[in-house]
C-alpha cells in the first residue's frame, strides 16, 4: 500500500509539484458593508521555500491596483481607499489571509493573493489564488424592545424608557406606537427610544415598535407588542399621602428578587425582565435591560454565596 503511493508519487511528479506550495482560499467570500471581511489565503510553509513578497491585488469594475503589498522592507498599502482599513496577520507562517474593516460597497471586485518565494537555489517560485468578493447590505430584523427597568409594571410619576432595537445595515429608522383596542394604533415616536418623564395611568396600555432600513424589499419589521401597566405598587397596602413607597421594605421573599407582578405582555418579553433577576435559563431576547443585569450581578454574591 506505501510502497504504492510512493510508486504513485514518483511516477507522476506532476500531481506532487500541483500540491507544492498551493494556495488555498475559497473562490468568493460575502461581507456585509460596514462590516469586517477576511480573504482566506494559505499555504504550507516548506523549509527551504522562504516567502519574498506577498501581493493582493484587486480588480474593481473601474480601477484596478495593489492594495496589501509585504516585502522585505515591510507591510504597505497601496490604494489609499483600503488606508487603515487592511492587513495581513503577523507571525502565522503561511497565512496570508488579507482583512478588510469597515466594507464599503466599493470595496466589490476579484482579489488575487500573489506569493513568492525564494528556493535554496536562488530561484523564484510564484502562486497565485483569486477571490470574489461581494458586499451586501442587510435587511433589518424583526424588533425586540428593551426596557429601562425589567418588568413592566411602574408606580404613578415614574421615569421610564422603551428602547426598540433592530439588527441589519444601518441607517434603521424606528417608530413607536401605542395600540388603540379597535382602532387605528397612535404614532408616538420616530426614534429608536421612547421615553417618559413621569408616567400616568392613562399610559397603561399596549405598546409596539417598528424597524425599517432601505435594504431589500424594505419590509417594515414589527415587534411584539408589550403590556405597560401604572399603577401604585401593590406591595404598599393602604397607601397614605406622603408615604413614600420605599419606607417599607418591598415584599421579598427570596434575597433581592423582586415580585413577579403578572402583565399580558408577550412571554419573551416577560422572560426578558425576570431572567436578568432569577437564575432561570438564558432566552434568546433576554439580553435586555443591561441596567438590570448589573444589578443582579452586584446582588448575586449576598443572596447565593460561595
Ligand atoms: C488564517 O487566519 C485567519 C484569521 O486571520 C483564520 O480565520 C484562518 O482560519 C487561518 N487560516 C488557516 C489556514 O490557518
Ligand atoms: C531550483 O529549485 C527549484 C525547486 O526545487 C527547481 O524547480 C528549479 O529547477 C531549480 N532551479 C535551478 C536553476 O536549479
Known amino acids: 500500500m506505501g510502497m504504492l503511493v510512493r ?5 507522476s511528479p506532476l500531481l506532487f509539484c500541483n500540491a507544492f506550495l498551493d494556495l488555498t482560499g475559497p473562490s468568493e467570500v460575502e461581507g456585509i458593508w460596514k462590516g469586517s471581511i477576511t480573504l482566506p489565503c494559505a499555504y504550507v510553509p516548506e523549509k527551504d521555500f522562504v516567502q519574498q513578497t506577498l501581493k493582493w491585488t484587486v480588480i474593481h469594475d473601474q480601477s484596478s491596483g495593489t492594495v496589501f503589498r509585504r516585502d522585505s522592507s515591510g507591510d504597505h498599502v497601496l490604494l489609499s481607499k483600503y488606508r487603515d482599513r487592511v492587513s495581513v496577520l503577523k507571525d502565522t507562517p503561511g497565512n496570508v489571509s488579507l482583512h478588510i474593516l469597515n466594507l464599503e460597497v466599493s470595496d466589490r471586485g476579484t482579489y488575487t493573493c500573489q506569493v513568492t518565494w525564494r528556493a535554496s537555489n536562488n ?8 477571490t ?3 458586499v451586501v447590505k442587510v435587511a433589518a ?16 410619576g415614574a421615569r421610564a424608557s422603551l428602547t426598540c432595537v433592530a439588527n441589519g445595515s444601518p441607517p434603521i429608522s424606528y417608530r413607536w406606537f401605542r395600540s388603540v383596542p379597535g ?8 426614534q429608536a427610544e421612547l421615553a417618559w418623564d413621569s408616567l400616568q395611568p392613562s399610559d397603561t396600555g399596549k405598546y409596539y415598535c417598528e424597524a425599517e432600513n432601505r435594504v431589500g424589499a424594505r419590509a417594515v419589521q414589527q415587534s411584539d407588542a408589550v403590556q405597560l401597566t401604572v399603577r401604585e405598587s401593590p406591595v404598599t397596602q393602604q397607601p397614605s399621602p406622603g408615604t413614600s413607597r420605599h419606607t417599607r421594605p418591598p415584599f421579598t421573599p427570596r434575597g433581592g428578587a423582586p415580585q413577579r407582578v403578572p402583565t399580558d405582555a408577550p412571554a419573551a418579553k ?10 432561570g435559563p438564558p432566552v434568546a431576547t433576554g439580553e435586555g435591560t443591561r441596567a438590570a443585569e448589573g444589578q443582579v450581578g452586584e446582588r448575586r454574591p449576598q443572596t447565593e454565596g460561595p
Open 270 to 279: 416577560q422572560a426578558a425582565g425576570r431572567d436578568a433577576v432569577s437564575e
Open 123 to 130: 530561484s523564484l517560485i510564484a502562486k497565485d489564488i483569486t
Open 7 to 11: 510508486a504513485a508519487m514518483l511516477m
Open 183 to 190: 382602532g387605528k394604533a397612535l404614532l408616538l415616536s420616530s
Open 132 to 134: 470574489k468578493v461581494e
Open 141 to 156: 430584523t424583526k424588533p425586540v424592545i428593551r426596557a429601562s427597568e425589567p418588568g413592566l409594571t411602574f408606580p404613578p
